[in-house]
């Protein structure tokens, strides 16, 4: 059975002050509870405002609503009486529709962005293990403490995400990601700005058009791009696949597979235990790595001068190049730097 919960009748009623001010103890301006237990995914969407989810809760959902002032109209805090005029211009819907807590905030048709505008956005208190889908056009995304199928995308804010596990699917296209404590499923994509990833376990995806990207205690199958930033990581295990087209590489503390590149930089790597295979290549630098020598390699090194030490070696050393195998031969080794050298424990 679905209910729906239509506001706009009742958001006077529910008004808890007569000016809405931005600040760390703002109140909302509608709060609304849902306590049914067969409630287990969260829908929310905001067409100019900011969306924060945190899970955990023992008592249901709790769903506030927020109305503010667009910066860039020089107000600070609106009137009850303001208020009540703007939301005319939106469709604002916060209920439910079988198993889903549904909260909206769409403008109706017709009705373009003005001098009056303002952002309405949701804080959200919700069980742990729940579903979600959030969306916003104009505002960060805050989503914490949830396990399940999570997805959230904005298109001109940052996303904050922090103890999630199940399968986290992210995206924004104008802001930077941080991610902390998540595991399982893991795919984050940003088109302007940096992902910063703190204690992540699984299966993880980050990609970024416009910014760095800094991984700290990574364990998985990882994968970690960008086109306009350097990539800096410490105590990464697993298999990573990582690269640049706008910066350098700095790794340390690596233990497993890697393949690590840059078209704009150098690559440095400290590897502490060696994997399936190791393949750094740069076009615009020097790659210098550090790593174990006492496993059996297939070593295929090429730059404008390879200086490695080699012992138990048999195969092909000269200045620009170095092939063969190394303590009988085993783990591909691939080291290649198009415009610079290449340094083994050097």
């Not at 679905?2 to 009742?10: Q, S």
């Not at 941080?178 to 703190?198: F, M, P, Q, Y």
Request: aromatic content about 4%; charged content about 25%.
């Amino acid at each position: 059975m679905k209910t729906r919960t239509l506001l706009l009748a009742a958001l006077s009623l529910l008004l808890h002050t007569a000016v809405i001010a931005q600040s760390d103890d703002e109140k909302p301006y509608v709060s609304k509870k849902f306590t049914n237990a067969s409630l287990k995914e969260l829908k929310v969407e905001t067409s100019g405002g900011s969306i924060a989810v945190t899970g955990g809760q023992n008592d249901g959902f709790r769903v506030d609503m927020y109305v503010r002032p667009n910066n860039w109209n020089g107000k600070k805090e609106l009137s009850k009486e303001e208020i009540e005029d703007r939301l005319e211009d939106f469709d604002i819907l916060i209920g439910t529709e079988g198993n889903r807590v549904v909260a909206t905030a769409k403008r109706k048709n017709g009705v373009k962005w003005n001098d009056k505008s303002v952002s309405i956005g949701f804080k959200v208190f919700a069980p742990r293990n729940i579903a979600t889908n959030l969306k916003t056009s104009g505002g960060s995304i805050k989503i914490a403490s949830l396990t399940g199928e999570q997805n959230f995308a904005t298109s001109g804010g940052s996303l904050k995400v922090d103890d999630l596990s199940g399968v986290i699917r992210g995206r924004t296209s104008g802001g930077s990601i941080d991610v902390a404590n998540c595991r399982d499923e893991i795919i984050l994509e940003t088109s302007g700005g940096s992902i910063k990833a703190l204690e992540l376990k699984g299966k993880i995806e980050l990609n970024t058009s416009g910014g760095s990207i800094h991984l700290n205690n990574i364990d998985g199958e990882i994968m970690a791009h960008t086109s306009g930033g350097s990539v800096k990581g410490e105590n990464i295990s697993g298999a990573l696949d990582t690269g640049t087209s706008g910066g350098s590489v700095r790794l340390a503390n690596v233990s497993g597979s890697i393949k690590a590149s840059t078209s704009a930089g150098s690559v440095e790597v400290e590897l502490t235990k060696l994997g399936k295979y190791v393949d750094i290549s740069s076009s615009a630098g020097s790659v210098r790595v550090t790593m174990p020598m006492d496993a059996g390699m297939d070593l295929n090194l090429r730059g404008n001068k390879v200086n490695i030490p080699l012992r138990n070696f048999n195969g092909r050393a000269e200045k620009e190049h170095v092939s063969g195998t190394m303590n009988g031969g085993g783990i591909p080794v691939t080291l290649s730097a198009s415009a610079g050298s290449v340094y083994v424990n050097q």
